[in-house]
């Protein structure tokens, strides 16, 4: 045990010598003496930790409570008793209030009391570091698990984002393989049907006005049904794709230069906000040009007054797990790696927020009467399946239209056998 004795009165220090010279146990007990408070805090700081500091609250070079003050902060973890004159009991409280262990006021202790108070206040100093001790780790704890509770809630909400992808693929797959057979189905009665028209057209046979816009009504629903049964067999067809390195750039000028007629007609003003160092893209270029096609005929339908697409790409690393990125079996993409990034952003009307979830869905569609089949997107998304990439589409934060956004893999990250 090391104790230490902060005392300017040469009886009183003769007197605590004394005591602990009588302890049974006094051959393991040292004890460093000093009388001012300066070398008393110097002792702390070379020779402590002690076990007990005995200390005179008046001395020399400092008296009242601060005495007690400056020796806590320098041995927090020291158990103190403090010395006090006769009547100055006030002052005493207010050391203990402040950490002390106990006090003594001079000339009203014996020997044993002495060591019977010094000894209690060891044990009891080192009862409150131990709880100290345990209310930290407690709360590290707490803190852990709440930690612990965050990252399960996160994980769980992505598990459920998932759940509602591979439904969502699961519900794809289905429809494709339905519309496969329903195409093949109607598509001979349909020729039938157009041969018909065809005929009576070609021979004139009808000359009255109702006659000739019947006619001219089957042809337009006939053309209609052909175009719907086209996509169809698109959408279930999609499996043999041409994948090779591409470049994203020029497959968007191209994109833009086959809606030229469309775009020019209806003075959409359009910014390229092109990567010009982008790496190769892994695609199949007709496909990725028939996704390009249906975001930009989507967009160019969404917008009225002063329309404007921005088409942007860049390379950028993946900064987040979620939906296809992460380390699990199935994921498209890890975390950091680098991919392509092409945003299509126009200032049309934005989707209805009911909508957001549908919008992938086969036949659904809000254009029902301008001739919408509903089938774009679903298409879209099949397509960015295949590609190993996938499209995220939301209303622009700042108000106004909407952003499509392709996450495609680059050349180089694809394992080429
Ligand atoms: N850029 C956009 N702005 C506003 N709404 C959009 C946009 N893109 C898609 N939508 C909404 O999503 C729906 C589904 O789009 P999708 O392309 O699948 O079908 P469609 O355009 O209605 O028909 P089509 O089969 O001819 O493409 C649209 O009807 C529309 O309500
Ligand atoms: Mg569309």
């Known amino acids: ?247 994203l750039n020029e497959l968007v000028k191209r994109s833009l230069l086959l809606m030229k007629h469309e775009l020019d007609r209806r003075h959409i003003d359009i910014q390229l906000d092109f990567d010009a160092n982008l790496p190769a893209v892994y695609m199949d270029k007709n496909r990725l040009e028939q996704v390009l096609i249906n975001l930009l005929t989507n967009a160019v339908h969404a917008m009225r007054e002063n329309p404007k697409l921005i088409l942007r790409t860049i390379a950028c690393p993946v900064e987040q797990t979620g939906f296809r990125v992460g380390h699990r079996k199935g994921d498209y993409f890890q975390v950091g790696e680098t991919v392509a990034l092409l945003e299509v952003h126009d200032n049309g009307a934005g989707i209805d927020p009911e909508h957001c979830e549908k919008i992938y869905d086969p036949f659904f569609t809000t254009k029902l009467n301008q001739g919408g089949t509903g089938l774009g997107l679903s298409i879209v998304k099949s397509i960015m399946e295949m590609h190993r990439g996938f499209i995220r589409i939301a209303n622009r934060p700042e108000g106004g239209g909407v952003t499509a956004a392709l996450i495609l893999k680059l050349n180089e990250q694809v394992p080429h056998v």
């Open 1 to 247: 045990m090391k104790f230490l004795l902060v005392e300017d009165n040469p009886v009183e220090v003769k007197l605590v010598e004394a005591a602990f010279r009588r302890h049974p146990a006094s051959e393991s007990i040292t004890l460093e003496t000093t009388g001012d408070l300066q070398t008393g805090l110097e002792l702390i700081q070379s020779s402590g930790p002690f076990d007990l500091i005995l200390l005179d609250l008046t001395l020399p070079d400092s008296s009242g409570i601060e005495t007690f003050r400056h020796v806590y902060k320098a041995a927090p973890e020291t158990a103190v008793i403090v010395a006090t004159g006769t009547d100055d009991e006030k002052l005493a409280l207010e050391a203990m209030h402040l950490g002390a262990q106990d006090y003594l006021v001079k000339g009203r202790f014996d020997l044993p009391t002495l060591l019977r108070v010094c000894r209690y206040a060891v044990e009891r100093k080192k009862n409150e570091l131990e709880i100290k001790a345990a209310n930290a780790a407690m709360a590290r704890h707490e803190r852990v698990l709440t930690e612990t509770l965050e990252s399960l809630k996160k994980s769980n909400e992505e598990l459920k984002a998932t759940r509602l992808q591979l439904i969502q693929a699961a519900k794809l797959e289905v429809v494709g393989r339905l519309a496969a057979g329903v195409a093949h189905e109607v598509k001979n009665p349909l020729a039938m049907l157009r041969m018909g028209v065809d005929y009576f057209l070609k021979e004139n046979r009808f000359i009255n006005k109702t006659d000739t816009f019947m006619l001219d009504s089957m042809d337009e629903a006939i053309r209609r049904a052909d175009s719907v049964i086209k996509e169809m067999l698109d959408f279930s067809s999609l499996q043999k794709l041409e994948m090779q390195a591409g470049d």
